[in-house]
T-cell receptor, first 112, second 110 residues
Framework: DGGITQSPKYLFRKEGQNVTLSCEQN?????MYWYRQDPGQGLRLIYY???????QKGDIAEGYSVSREKKESFPLTVTSAQKNPTAFYLC???????????FGPGTRLTVL | GIQVEQSPPDLILQEGANSTLRCNFS?????LQWFHQNPWGQLINLFY???GTKQNGRLSATTVATERYSLLYISSSQTTDSGVYFC????????????FGAGTTVTVRA
């Protein structure tokens, strides 16, 4: 059963804590992406990775970090430097960067 | 960066009605996708359509790349069509970043 999984579905964090969101895909896609969505708005790109061991900043990378050690996995860490981290986070993947992107179910992060 | 404008922002339909959603973009594109976001937040791919016309069941889409717009048609709408429809593009002059419009919220009433 191929697809993109994200965990957890809901995440609560105290101010000042780092938290890592998981994204795994078994579609054999080279490219992976992280987006942030705020209520009533479109998606904004945080980071993307074209290939293993490579990643690039998107439009709103400040306060976030990523790694791409395996083709299947692209975890996102929301650090304490992110001033307003409460949002819906979506991971996506595609065969290559210009191809159709497929999205996971998302993680809702709430900072208490 | 590239600007993506969607219209209308909100659309209320009676079940069975037809509708057209529009996406205007400010630069040449090499990728244009239409997505449907359901009430649980899942984004579903509808079309990958940087140019031309495609149809999938009651949905169809047309992109006129030279005039920098795309249209999504919903025919015989059903309540399950409710949700937010996003247009997203990658500019030929950008480094592979998919830029999203603000979306059109569609509500289909029974």
């Amino acid at each position: 059963d191929g697809g993109i999984t994200q965990s957890p579905k809901y995440l609560f964090r105290k101010e000042g804590q780092n938290v890592t969101l998981s994204c795994e895909q078994n579609l054999n896609h080279d490219a992976m992406y992280w987006y942030r969505q705020d209520p009533g708005q479109g998606l904004r790109l945080i980071y993307y990775s074209q290939i293993v061991n490579d990643f690039q900043k998107g439009d709103i990378a400040e306060g976030y970090s990523v790694s791409r050690e395996k083709k299947e996995s692209f975890p996102l860490t929301v650090t304490s430097a992110q001033k307003n981290p409460t949002a819906f986070y979506l991971c996506a993947s595609s065969i290559w960067v210009t191809d159709t992107q497929y999205f996971g179910p998302g993680t809702r992060l709430t900072v208490l | 960066g590239i600007q993506v404008e969607q219209s209308p922002p909100d659309l209320i339909l009676q079940e069975g009605a037809n509708s057209t959603l529009r996406c205007n973009f400010s630069d040449s594109v090499n990728n244009l996708q239409w997505f449907h976001q359901n009430p649980w937040g899942q984004l579903i791919n509808l079309f990958y359509i940087p140019s031309g016309t495609k149809q999938n069941g009651r949905l169809s889409a047309t992109t006129v790349a030279t005039e920098r717009y795309s249209l999504l048609y919903i025919s015989s709408s059903q309540t399950t069509d409710s949700g937010v429809y996003f247009c997203a593009v990658t500019s030929m002059n950008n480094d592979y970043k998919l830029s999203f419009g603000a979306g059109t919220t569609v509500t289909v009433r029974a």
